[in-house]
């Protein structure tokens, strides 16, 4: 992997941190913490004009048909100044989705509408385990008068009572491979049927339980083949997943430098506090640790991309960086002193971004349990099993 970015990468990147550090200064990013719709809708039009949803599309549709590695660059840009957005529900996993596995008059319908920003989409597959993996899914459709009937109850759905179609996993059939029988139904969030339960969590992007009780679709909402919907969901997880580390070491560096800077403001015993040697090992450690996790992010952007096998790549970037961007963060709030134990700290909304996203799409505890599968199925010494290694 070449670490250097090429000149577009670049220029998108200065034009990004431009806009946003000149339209969302914390202040105003505070503030937004109460909005009822869980993000600046006036912010999310301007990154429309700019093109941004539709990054990853095809230039047929309206999309600008970039790479996963420039999502990523661009993601975090968005995490440094901690903006909420409906990228990741809508873009990057529902709307990714459908573009991955829908019909020609499916994607007609939903991709131009993903780019130009007239629709929310949200994506309901997590269950009550919180594990983005296939065997979680309980949720079920059984076949009924020309269509299907869903029960069950989705889990920390992002933006599923603000958007307009949600896209659903559900299992029609069973098999011993949790893999098989799952199917993608994308309906109206609106739905007869559909209740939600509005959930309280760290930060600002909103998440809800969302209840299925005998939920009636058409055969036409059902994208991709029946029982066929886990090979177009897991790459989607996957690029959805490397993209999503990008902006939380985007969180980090921000938290990062808030700390730095106040380091060099708070004076103790007559001297900055950043002068103190234990100071600078914990500031040196933490930008260790997170440029360490912004590159692990870039290759498993890159690896997708090249069609590289990529699930130990996303596995070390997401439990990595879910620990290294908690870490810095806590740093940060902790260089503050009193202060930062406070909600109107300037390090609180990289904090809690931080402990939220760690849980999303895969906490690190269960990103190192793929990353033990993927080394114990090697054998780089061609040992013999039946010789004992200990024993020599």
Request: aromatic residues 8%.
């Amino acid at each position: 992997m070449n670490l250097e970015l090429s000149e577009e990468q670049q220029i998108m990147i200065d034009s990004a941190r431009g806009f946003l550090e000149d339209s969302c200064p914390l202040d105003k990013v505070r503030e937004w913490e109460s909005l009822p719709e869980g993000y600046p809708s006036h912010i999310w039009k301007k990154t429309v004009e700019l093109g941004w949803p539709g990054i990853i599309y095809p230039e047929e549709y309206g999309g600008l048909e970039m790479s996963n590695l420039d999502a990523t660059l661009l993601m975090r840009e968005m995490g440094r100044v901690a903006l909420s957005t409906p990228f990741l529900s809508t873009v990057l996993l529902a709307g990714r989705v459908v573009m991955e596995g829908g019909t020609e008059e499916q994607k007609g319908e939903v991709l131009p509408k993903v780019i130009s920003g007239d629709i929310l989409l949200s994506f309901a597959f997590i269950e009550t385990s919180a594990r983005p993996d296939a065997g979680t899914v309980k949720a079920t459709a059984k076949a009924e008068d020309g269509g299907y009937v869903l029960n069950g109850t989705k889990c920390f759905v992002e933006f599923a009572e603000h958007a307009d179609k949600m896209l659903i996993v559900a299992r029609t059939s069973e098999s011993d491979n949790p893999e098989q029988g799952l199917t993608l139904f994308l309906i109206d969030a609106k739905t007869p049927g559909i209740e939600y339960e509005t959930l309280n969590i760290m930060a600002l992007q909103p998440q809800s339980h969302v209840k299925l009780n005998n939920v009636r679709v058409e055969n036409s909402r059902v994208v991709g083949q029946v029982d066929q919907a886990w090979p177009v969901v897991y790459p989607v997880l996957q690029a959805a997943t490397a993209i999503l580390c990008g902006y939380m070491t985007g969180i980090a560096e921000r938290a990062l430098d808030l700390g730095v800077n106040y380091s060099k403001e708070r004076i103790q015993y007559e001297q900055p506090i950043g002068a103190f040697q234990a100071i600078q090992n914990y500031l040196a450690t933490s930008w260790t640790k997170n440029t360490m996790g912004e590159h692990m992010a870039y290759y498993a952007a890159w690896a997708i991309d090249n069609d590289i096998p990529s699930r130990e790549a996303v596995s070390v970037a997401k439990a990595f960086v879910g620990y290294s961007s908690t870490e810095a963060t806590q740093l940060a709030t902790q260089l503050f002193g009193g202060l930062g134990a406070t909600v109107d700290a300037h390090t609180t909304p990289f904090l809690k971004w931080a402990k939220q996203l760690q849980q999303t799409l895969g906490n690190s505890q269960y990103h190192e349990k793929i990353l033990a599968e993927e080394i114990l199925d090697k054998d780089p010494v061609e040992l013999d099993v039946n010789d004992s290694i200990a024993l020599g």
